[in-house]
């Protein structure tokens, strides 16, 4: 039976929350969380000591998908860590501010 990840909206999210953003590069540059650390998903296994303190540790990714399964493996490991339901598209939907690396307005991708 899957893990019951714990799940939080964009509009519950604290405005001190520790944020790790999982999604890949070319993503994370266009448009993310002022803040947040990035470690793509792929990479969290091996880039523990990079993963930012937080109790909890909020995981995004695009729409929460991803994030939903670094929560669980992340809680599996130690970690208090909480999915952010709907990710950063419902972020953006929300009118919720982002800052980018391209120099452009940010969106997400």
């Keep these: 039976m899957p893990q019951q990840v714990p799940t ?5 999210l604290p405005d001190d929350a520790v944020v790790l953003d999982v999604r890949e590069d070319d993503e994370w540059v266009h448009g993310h969380i002022e803040g947040a650390t990035h470690i793509p998903m792929g990479e969290v296994p091996a880039r523990l000591d990079d993963v930012p303190e937080g109790d909890p540790l909020y995981v995004t990714c695009r729409s929460g ?45």
């Design 8 to 12: 939080v909206s964009v509009s519950d």
């Design 65 to 109: 998908g991803r994030s939903a399964r670094v929560a669980a493996w992340l809680n599996q490991n130690g970690f208090d860590a909480v999915n952010v339901g709907g990710g950063m598209g419902e972020w953006e939907a929300a009118g919720r501010p982002m800052v980018s690396e391209t120099g452009e307005p940010p969106f997400v991708r």
